[in-house]
């Protein structure tokens, strides 16, 4: 005789309720789970995080760690961060082809803040590294195609040096100190903060409205407990500047915002 086991009405599985029957309502149970969050992105997110904040605490070598990591997950934001550190060596060892290295990359992924900083490394070389203008031209030519004002200003300058007639001045000596580090001009700098966590999507798409500003950017981050729970981080994207001053402002009104995601 065939035997049926009964399932009770509560039984769970990954957080969702599951009927009586294993065939239909077991799949039905499942789909409305949702996709689970990509693992990746995860510990990809959690990796940035903990290296921004190990940087603006001034933990250098800890937040390149972190960044090596987070890039090696595909985090092209990371490899951006980790050409600045090579490029001025911050919390490693000062090396303009490492920086190069993790610049492409990230350039390679269609950033063009990254462009940029991969067209200036390349116009003005750096200690280890011989100055390439036609590279650089190239890069910042694909930064100012996809609207990065910094690239087009810096083309600009080029091509105005390019036609004007050089100023004939007496010959100077050779400086006999050490070499003046070149100046660079980055874009503004971007950064995250977390400004809210929530049971439901729903809840933080709903929070969203609340809090949105010009020239900020929300994204819902979903994050799944050891228990096998699922919440919902919301994250702020914007000029470090206007996401320190959104953050204070968050303070004085008992809001939650926490810079670098913590």
């Known amino acids: 005789m065939e035997r049926f086991y009964a399932i009770p009405e ?6 969702c309720i599951i009927g009586r029957s294993l065939g239909l309502a077991l799949l039905a149970g499942l789909a409305a789970c949702g996709p689970a969050p990509d693992p990746r992105q995860t510990i990809r997110d959690g990796l940035f995080y903990d290296g921004l904040a190990a940087f603006h605490e001034g933990y250098h070598k800890e937040a390149a760690s972190r960044w090596e990591r987070a890039a090696h997950f595909g985090d092209m934001d990371a490899a951006r961060n980790l050409g600045h550190l090579y490029r001025q060596g ?7 082809h490492a920086a190069l290295a993790w610049y492409r990359m990230a350039a390679d992924a269609d950033m063009p803040a990254a462009q940029y900083n991969l067209g200036m490394l390349y116009l003005n070389g750096g200690p280890d590294l011989p100055a390439d203008r036609d590279q650089g031209l190239v890069w910042l030519t694909r930064a100012a195609e996809a609207g990065l004002k910094p690239a087009r200003d810096e083309l600009e300058r080029q091509a105005v040096a390019a036609v004007s007639p050089p100023v004939l001045s007496p010959p100077v000596p050779p400086p006999s100190g050490p070499e003046a580090p ?3 001009v980055d874009p503004p700098v971007t950064v995250r903060a977390q400004v809210g966590s929530y049971l439901s999507r729903h809840d933080a798409e709903t929070d969203i409205r609340r809090l949105r500003r010009p020239g900020f950017e929300f994204e819902i981050v979903p994050v799944r407990f050891r228990d096998g729970k699922l919440w919902y981080r919301l994250i702020l994207t914007g000029e470090a500047e206007a996401v320190d001053r959104y953050c204070r402002e968050a303070e004085k009104r008992r809001i939650g915002c926490w810079p670098g995601g913590k």
């Open 10 to 15: 509560e039984t769970s599985v990954s957080g």
């Open 90 to 96: 911050l919390g490693v060892e000062r090396d303009s």
């Open 182 to 184: 070149i100046a660079y």
